[in-house]
């Protein structure tokens, strides 16, 4: 009896790709077909309720392609859930995600899997440099140490998705039920044996990027909400210090000559009690909404293209078979 290959199942988020898409299969079907020797791939695309033609161009693709497949969220959910989604609703022996502009080379999906069968359970793109300006590389350089240092647990510098991972690390972090899934993070987070391989990101190879300034900031704050604790415990190592200036302050309005003391102590008191407020507000409206439990994300059954729609094809097409085999002898 033959060996059953492992599934790997490549993760490809779409949003309005539709130019993109048909050249990220051209850059990624050999990587595929070697992958085939030894595994049975199946690209999955994570569309974000994309409003162009994407869905129909990947349609397109899996009409010759039957393990192409395709995942649309009702909605659109941001780029974090839309990836945990996808490890939710997919069935593999190994995750890969790889976004589809190919900034992230698709044949580096080799090298990953090359470290896999070394005994890595998690293999992921060390990013060194990119083509972008010197300033915004150097304000991620910033936040990724910032958000390192101010994490509750482990972060891996200089990471984004761009990696593998076994079952067991999506089944660790799949666990979580945050309302703002950070999949780095949760990577760092829940351990195993990792490896980091250096590259240099490119430019895309096609259309326009949908990142802004102001979605990087909301990524940002998010993703440090999300990694620690920091900020809500900022209140309690200031407060000696605080305590300490309103004393000096009262001693100091005690005097005639000092009266602008009473005014810094109005401001410096609103200061430290709404900081106190806002972080408190910011963690236990997460907290509640962690607490609910609801999805992140839903299907579009409609434009979507299971794993499982397809396995129970498979068994339907057999049984078919099987009955008619069955006919023919009687």
């Known amino acids: 009896m033959a060996k059953r290959k492992q599934v790997v199942a490549i993760l490809v988020p779409v949003y309005n790709e539709e130019k993109v898409i048909p050249l990220f299969f051209q850059r990624i079907a050999p990587v595929i077909d070697q992958l085939a020797v030894e595994f049975t791939p199946h690209l999955i695309f994570l569309n974000n309720a994309s409003t162009d033609g994407s869905v129909e161009v990947i349609s397109e693709i899996r009409r010759n392609h039957p393990d192409v497949y395709l995942l649309s969220l009702a909605k659109n959910v941001g780029y974090q859930r839309s990836i945990e989604f996808g490890l939710r609703h997919s069935t593999a022996d190994i995750y890969m995600f790889i976004d589809v502009d190919c900034e992230d080379p698709p044949e580096m999906l080799l090298q990953f899997i090359q470290h896999y069968k070394e005994g890595y359970d998690v293999v992921y793109g060390e990013r060194v440099d990119r083509i ?9 350089k910033v936040f990724y140490r910032l958000m390192r240092a101010l994490a509750d647990e482990d972060i891996i510098l200089d990471m984004a998705e761009f990696s593998l991972m076994t079952n067991e690390v999506r089944e660790a972090i799949i666990q979580d039920s945050s ?8 990577i760092g987070r829940v351990g195993f044996k990792r490896k980091g391989i250096p590259y240099r990101r490119d430019k895309r190879i096609a259309g326009e990027t949908h990142y802004n300034i102001w979605g990087m900031v909301i990524f940002a704050i998010g993703g440090i909400l999300s990694s620690g604790t920091w900020l809500l415990r900022l209140a309690t190592y200031c407060l000696p210090f605080w305590l300490l200036t309103m004393v000096t302050l009262a001693g100091l309005a005690s005097f005639g000559s000092f009266s602008w003391a009473y005014t810094w102590m109005v401001v410096l008191g609103f200061a430290y009690c709404g900081s106190v407020l806002s972080f408190l507000s910011i963690y236990l409206a997460r907290t509640y909404k962690n607490t609910l439990g609801r999805p992140n994300a ?4 409609k434009h979507s293209y299971p794993q499982a729609l397809a396995a129970r094809e498979a068994r339907s097409s057999s049984h078919t078979v099987d009955s008619e ?3 023919a002898r009687f």
């Open 132 to 140: 972008e300006v010197s300033s915004i590389k150097f304000l991620r």
């Open 179 to 186: 309302s703002f899934p950070f999949i780095r993070a949760s």
């Open 298 to 301: 839903f299907l579009d059954r």
């Open 325 to 327: 085999d069955a006919s």
